[in-house]
């Protein structure tokens, strides 16, 4: 019996050997959480098409947004484990996955992750109007105002909602949330309407470039190579901010259940689509900077930002809407 369960164990790995060797025979599809034209998107696309000359297959961006961005990640869930349906998972959809209390999936334990490719810079910049020229000067405006001044971001629940939330948390100061969509941010905040905000980089990039409103740092460990004469927060020289560092990243990952061969070659090929110095300059002709991470530091980060926000969401009180 111990005989034939061996040889029954080894058919099946060669099996799953000879698909992982054969794949893609066909199309493949990366569902995206989110409406076209975002950092999650852009990824996607960008990615997508050089897995689609490596591969000789089609790759199919699929946008399907919703539920902070469960709608999409349910749908790749209840998909075939055959590595034809993949997820674009973004640090914002690992936020209100920690909001649910019930879902029909976990995003740690039922995805396997292939790696992260990009991330998207969170800056919080100011109207020229306001009296702070350094991150250091706002936090003490923030601290003399007492409450009094208002911050928008990118919406409730996103990466931006809980970086401005871990930093006023961190230096002990107030301000009112006001949920917006990034690029509605930005133009408000030219129109005198908005006197902060913390949004992602690209669209507030070319308005900063012409002085017509005032970064005062990016919320990443590293600078951003698209801007790298903005500082981090953690170089703000607050001693209560030096490890201070939230990071919107974008990448992929399959279901639990796609075979070891074919996660193996899943990663290979993310890895050196991710490092491709070609790719790189796309992702940073669109404001994205190359954050790739091994399918070990995808997991260690996903499971540690799971804990993070749901953290914060009960300092903050922080609901999905």
Same mark, same amino acid.
């Given at each position: 019996m111990k005989y034939f369960l061996q040889i029954g164990l080894l058919l099946a790995g060669l099996v799953c050997s000879a698909f992982a060797q054969d794949y893609p025979s066909r199309p493949v599809k990366v569902i995206v959480t989110y409406p076209p034209g975002g950092g999650a998107d852009v990824t996607a696309r960008i990615?997508? +098409?050089r897995l689609s000359e490596l591969w000789k297959q089609p790759v199919l961006i699929e946008n399907k947004p919703g539920g902070g961005g469960n709608v999409g990640a349910d749908f790749v869930y209840h998909a075939q484990a =055959?590595?034809?349906t993949l997820l674009l998972v973004s640090a914002s959809q690992v936020g $209100?996955?920690?909001l649910l209390e019930k879902t029909t999936f976990d995003l740690v334990s039922d995805f396997a992750p292939i790696g992260l490719v990009s991330s998207s810079p969170i800056v919080i910049a100011v109207n020229n109007r306001v009296k702070a020229n350094t991150f250091k000067e706002f936090i003490a405006l923030l601290k003399s105002e007492a409450g009094k001044m208002d911050y928008a971001s990118c919406g409730i629940a996103t990466t931006h909602h809980f970086a401005m939330e871990l930093l006023k948390y961190q230096t002990g100061t107030k301000a009112q949330h006001i949920p917006y969509k990034c690029a509605s941010a930005v133009n408000d905040l030219l129109g005198n309407q908005l006197d902060v905000i913390a949004v992602t980089l690209?669209?507030?990039?070319?308005?900063? +470039? +012409?002085?017509k409103m005032r970064a005062l740092a990016v919320t990443?460990?590293?600078?951003?190579?698209?801007?790298?004469s903005i500082p981090t927060v953690s170089e703000s020289g607050m001693a209560e901010l030096k490890d201070y560092a939230v990071e919107n990243y974008y990448g992929l990952v399959a279901h639990a259940g796609t075979f070891k061969a074919l996660m193996k070659k899943l990663e290979a090929d993310i890895k050196a689509v991710s490092l491709d110095p070609a790719i790189q300059n796309k992702l940073a002709g669109a404001g994205l =900077? %190359?954050?790739?991470? %091994?399918p070990? +530091? %995808?997991l260690s980060l996903l499971s540690s930002d799971i804990d993070f926000y749901k953290k914060m969401s009960k300092i903050a $009180?922080?609901?999905q809407e």
């Open positions: 990615v997508g +098409q =055959d590595g034809y $209100n996955a920690a690209p669209p507030a990039l070319p308005f900063i +470039q +012409q002085g990443s460990a590293k600078r951003s190579p698209n801007a790298p =900077d %190359t954050f790739y991470k %091994t070990e +530091q %995808t $009180n922080i609901k």
